[in-house]
């Protein structure tokens, strides 16, 4: 029986999306062999080249982020990170050339879906017989040993994020009664899972994200009114989450008191030594030496000299039990600007914004929620120092970009 080029891709293409999720490692590998599939496809005329702006913007990205290696002090340090942002290249590459053919996006979307929900089984079964292992410590079945062996807790959020919005879609518009149930069953269980992996950034995303979707489905539906009362009512349940939940209401006490402390006092927030220094605490400290170095070198201390840089700051304000943890922004804005200046800031926020733009005229609703996701993730976290955030944002962005006229609508785009 003959092949099919078409068949192979859209494989491929599946492989591309889901394996690496479950199995990180095999990245790069997948990679490679998706790029060889595409020059093939492209040497037999089943693809062809269209040049993307957007595309080209993403890969343009990489040889100015390589600029800002060759001041490094560190070699090694600078090549690591030129590696984790070989993504740059990789993904504009395979995806500006567009098959001649068309596409199914929603088997793509079906793929997606079981991986996460495969990962998060994973996830799910590894912590509770470490939570057994462990004499029932409930440590275990929450944050990094919920989810670590795969993925950071708030990339897997933003897993998660783009996962709601997909069955939102198939909820809203259901082929049948058996999906309009399981995608409202899938909604509830993806956001469950934002308690046990407890990034507060990822959490307060996916409310803003459940907000948008279900309160412009109200207004459209029932009317202002209606609207009005959902609102009500949502300020009212997320309260009660957040008071019946230790954990979350902890981390919400703690980050509203830090808040308020540094407001008051912020070089006695930062200056003053004090016991074990984490999460929200430690960021407030981070921030402020952050905008501190950025001040000082505005064109950048270089790609891989950000800790460096960070440790001497965090010494000189006497936190040396931080200074020794060799720790990023925790920000990936300030971690751009610091390794590539303003000039690098301005770069990204553009990427950034361009393509919630470029999505939002498209009708291209996952590539807004990837890139909201990054963005909004990326104000507490630096999300684009990690595989996880690199590959998911680059992956799916460039996908609906250069695929975007190839992929079959699902009911619920235009």
């Given at each position: 029986m003959k092949v099919s080029f078409p068949k192979v891709y859209e494989l491929g293409l599946i492989l591309l999306v889901s394996v690496?999720?479950?199995?990180?490692g095999l990245t790069g590998l997948l990679g490679i062999l998706f790029l060889c599939l595409v020059i093939f496809g492209a040497l037999r005329k089943k693809l062809v080249f269209e040049l993307n702006g957007w595309l080209l913007a993403i890969f343009l990205f990489f040889p100015f982020y390589a600029l800002y290696s060759l001041n490094s002090i560190d070699s090694q340090a600078a090549m690591f990170?030129?590696?984790?942002?070989?993504?740059?290249?990789?993904?504009?590459?395979?995806?500006?050339?567009?098959?001649?053919?068309?596409?199914?996006?929603?088997?793509i979307e079906n793929v997606f879906l079981s991986s996460l929900f495969l990962l998060l089984t994973f996830c799910y079964v590894g912590s509770f017989i470490q939570y057994e292992k462990h004499d029932f410590d409930s440590n275990y079945l929450f944050s990094s040993h919920f989810s670590g062996s795969f993925h950071h807790p708030t990339y897997m959020t933003l897993f998660c994020a783009v996962g709601i919005y997909v069955l939102f879609q198939r909820w809203q518009y259901p082929r049948s009664m058996k999906e309009h149930l399981l995608a409202a069953f899938g909604i509830l269980f993806l956001c469950y899972t934002h308690i046990h992996?407890?990034?507060?950034?990822?959490l307060l995303f996916a409310m803003l994200l459940i907000a948008f979707l279900v309160g412009r489905w109200i207004w459209q539906r029932k009317g202002r009114t209606f609207f009005l009362g959902f609102f009500a009512v949502g300020i009212l349940a997320i309260s009660l989450g957040i008071s019946l939940i230790p954990s979350l209401s902890s981390n919400v006490k703690d980050s509203l008191t830090f808040a308020n402390n540094y407001c008051k006092d912020p070089y006695g927030f930062t200056h003053l030594p004090r016991g074990e220094i984490r999460g929200n605490d430690a960021?407030?400290?981070?921030?402020?030496?952050?905008?501190e170095i950025l001040n000082e070198h505005p064109n950048g201390v270089g790609v891989g000299n950000l800790p460096s840089a960070m440790e001497v700051k965090l010494l000189q304000y006497g936190q040396l039990n931080l200074a020794k943890e060799h720790l990023n922004s925790h920000n990936q804005f300030f971690h751009t600007a610091i390794e590539t200046g303003w000039l690098g800031l301005i770069g990204l926020i553009f990427l950034v914004v361009g393509l919630i733009f470029w999505g939002i005229r498209n009708a291209s609703g996952i590539l807004v929620v990837v890139t909201a996701g990054l963005a909004f993730n990326g104000l507490f976290e630096s999300m684009l120092e990690r595989q996880s955030g690199i590959v998911f944002w680059l992956l799916w962005s460039c996908l609906c970009l250069g695929l975007h006229r190839s992929f079959k609508s699902a009911p619920y785009e235009s």
């Amino acid at each position: 029986m003959k092949v099919s080029f078409p068949k192979v891709y859209e494989l491929g293409l599946i492989l591309l999306v889901s394996v690496w999720m479950i199995v990180p490692g095999l990245t790069g590998l997948l990679g490679i062999l998706f790029l060889c599939l595409v020059i093939f496809g492209a040497l037999r005329k089943k693809l062809v080249f269209e040049l993307n702006g957007w595309l080209l913007a993403i890969f343009l990205f990489f040889p100015f982020y390589a600029l800002y290696s060759l001041n490094s002090i560190d070699s090694q340090a600078a090549m690591f990170g030129l590696e984790k942002k070989l993504s740059f290249l990789l993904f504009p590459l395979v995806f500006s050339f567009r098959p001649t053919f068309s596409l199914p996006f929603r088997r793509i979307e079906n793929v997606f879906l079981s991986s996460l929900f495969l990962l998060l089984t994973f996830c799910y079964v590894g912590s509770f017989i470490q939570y057994e292992k462990h004499d029932f410590d409930s440590n275990y079945l929450f944050s990094s040993h919920f989810s670590g062996s795969f993925h950071h807790p708030t990339y897997m959020t933003l897993f998660c994020a783009v996962g709601i919005y997909v069955l939102f879609q198939r909820w809203q518009y259901p082929r049948s009664m058996k999906e309009h149930l399981l995608a409202a069953f899938g909604i509830l269980f993806l956001c469950y899972t934002h308690i046990h992996l407890e990034s507060l950034s990822g959490l307060l995303f996916a409310m803003l994200l459940i907000a948008f979707l279900v309160g412009r489905w109200i207004w459209q539906r029932k009317g202002r009114t209606f609207f009005l009362g959902f609102f009500a009512v949502g300020i009212l349940a997320i309260s009660l989450g957040i008071s019946l939940i230790p954990s979350l209401s902890s981390n919400v006490k703690d980050s509203l008191t830090f808040a308020n402390n540094y407001c008051k006092d912020p070089y006695g927030f930062t200056h003053l030594p004090r016991g074990e220094i984490r999460g929200n605490d430690a960021r407030l400290i981070l921030w402020t030496a952050s905008a501190e170095i950025l001040n000082e070198h505005p064109n950048g201390v270089g790609v891989g000299n950000l800790p460096s840089a960070m440790e001497v700051k965090l010494l000189q304000y006497g936190q040396l039990n931080l200074a020794k943890e060799h720790l990023n922004s925790h920000n990936q804005f300030f971690h751009t600007a610091i390794e590539t200046g303003w000039l690098g800031l301005i770069g990204l926020i553009f990427l950034v914004v361009g393509l919630i733009f470029w999505g939002i005229r498209n009708a291209s609703g996952i590539l807004v929620v990837v890139t909201a996701g990054l963005a909004f993730n990326g104000l507490f976290e630096s999300m684009l120092e990690r595989q996880s955030g690199i590959v998911f944002w680059l992956l799916w962005s460039c996908l609906c970009l250069g695929l975007h006229r190839s992929f079959k609508s699902a009911p619920y785009e235009s």
